[in-house]
């Protein structure tokens, strides 16, 4: 329940989708339940969703005449609602648009991710990330995200050869993107050494979709204290942890989450971050169970990796929030022999589909804890065998 007492400080939106051939409305209303957790993680608050069936986005509103002025009416009649969202890429003249006729302001879900990873980072790299995938998002929007843009430029200086204001910004804006492509380069260089001074230790690193409790994982076995909260995106920065499970020590590494619908310029901008992943020599990926679309969470997160070049990696797979997973799935009148008869076909499923690379567990209940522990350490033990073989024999 929202209070109302709230909406009056914070600030309001409404959110727009599509229900297209490519997109059920099963599964756009899926994706507005993530939009609306992505802007309460950027602090809006949404208090309505506007759904139109079309063949395709109109190309000059993304939604009909008809539904815009439905939106529009809507905003008239609630003030307090000053942003729109809508859940697809908007182009620059689409945006310029619909602000015209709405009368506030319009963002995409794109903008709205990039504003949460704007907010989040704390690293010289993750700003630098940040904002370099905030320029490639600008360029090719200038011309309906400025309002001078069609005047010529003016004022002692200004005037160049024929110069409009338009290819001055765009100009502006390209050498932005290639001084933070120079200073991301230089970062990187100084992220390859340190990774290098690490020594031969086996990499892990956790992956998966966004909260679904990497970091609390990696807490639990790092027994260190990385930032952990229930909105998507908490962690931006990768961390990495020494852990010594019976004496045999490996690095462990938290990643930012990947999402559906992830902005191309951010994977692209922050790969340089998610080396970690593909230099790993074991990936941990980590899956929210008890999500009713955990198995598309599950595509996503393989598709990512796969652009990443990782999708070969040793894998374990992490079915994270049992705990929430049976008490949201059974009945609390369901007997306990069908129970674990269900329990147990899932786990079968997944044994044969991971080929037994997977552990269920509850990282806030601690639940097989030491079982995921266990399979971590054989798996590490397994990859000195292969990557440093005389180096397995000291880890027994």
């Given at each position: 329940m929202i209070d109302k007492k709230q909406l009056k400080q914070e600030q309001q939106t409404v959110l727009v989708g599509l229900v297209t051939p490519g997109q059920s409305s099963e599964q756009l209303n899926e994706y507005l339940d993530e939009l609306a957790f992505l802007s309460e993680t950027a602090g809006v608050i949404p208090v309505k969703r506007f759904i139109q069936k079309l063949p395709h986005p109109d190309s000059r509103t993304f939604v009909g005449k008809g539904k815009l002025e439905e939106i529009r009416q809507y905003l008239i009649s609630h003030s307090a609602v000053e942003l729109v969202v809508f859940d697809d890429e908007l182009t620059g003249s689409q945006i310029q648009n619909i602000e015209k006729e709405l009368g506030v302001?319009?963002?995409?879900?794109?903008?709205?991710?990039?504003?949460?990873?704007?907010?989040?980072?704390?690293?010289?790299?993750?700003?630098t990330q940040v904002e370099l995938a905030q320029y490639q998002y600008i360029l090719p929007r200038l011309k309906g995200m400025w309002k001078h843009l069609e005047r010529q430029g003016g004022g002692v200086g200004t005037r160049g050869p024929g110069e409009t204001e338009i290819e001055t910004d765009r100009r502006i804006v390209k050498d932005k993107i290639s001084l933070l492509r120079k200073r991301l380069t230089e970062i990187d260089k100084q992220s390859f050494t340190q990774r290098k001074e690490r020594g031969e230790f086996i990499r892990v690193s956790l992956v998966g979709y966004t909260n679904v409790g990497k970091s609390t994982i990696m807490n639990l076995l790092s027994k260190s204290d990385v930032f952990a909260e229930n909105k998507l995106f908490a962690t931006l920065d990768t961390t990495t942890r020494k852990i010594v499970f019976e004496q045999t020590p490996f690095l462990l590494s938290d990643t930012v989450g990947f999402i559906r619908k992830l902005p191309h310029h951010l994977v692209e901008s922050f790969k340089s971050t998610l080396d970690e992943v593909r230099e790993a020599d074991i990936l941990l990926h980590v899956v929210d169970i008890?999500?009713?679309?955990?198995?598309?969470?599950?595509?996503?997160?393989n598709k990512t990796l796969a652009e990443?070049?990782?999708?070969?990696?040793?894998?374990?797979?992490?079915f994270n929030k049992m705990d929430k997973y049976e008490k949201e799935t059974f009945d609390q009148w369901l007997d306990d022999e069908v129970k674990v008869e269900l329990l147990g076909d899932l786990k079968q499923r997944w044994q044969e589909e991971t080929i037994g690379n997977c552990v269920f567990i509850s990282a806030t209940e601690k639940t097989n804890i030491d079982v995921l522990r266990q399979t971590i350490l054989n798996k590490v033990r397994e990859m000195y065998r292969i990557r440093y073989p005389y180096k397995a024999e000291y880890f027994y």
């Open positions: 302001k319009t963002i995409d879900r794109s903008d709205l991710i990039l504003d949460i990873f704007a907010s989040r980072a704390q690293t010289a790299q993750a700003k008890s999500h009713p679309q955990y198995e598309e969470q599950v595509d996503v997160v990443l070049g990782a999708q070969d990696r040793p894998t374990i797979t992490i």
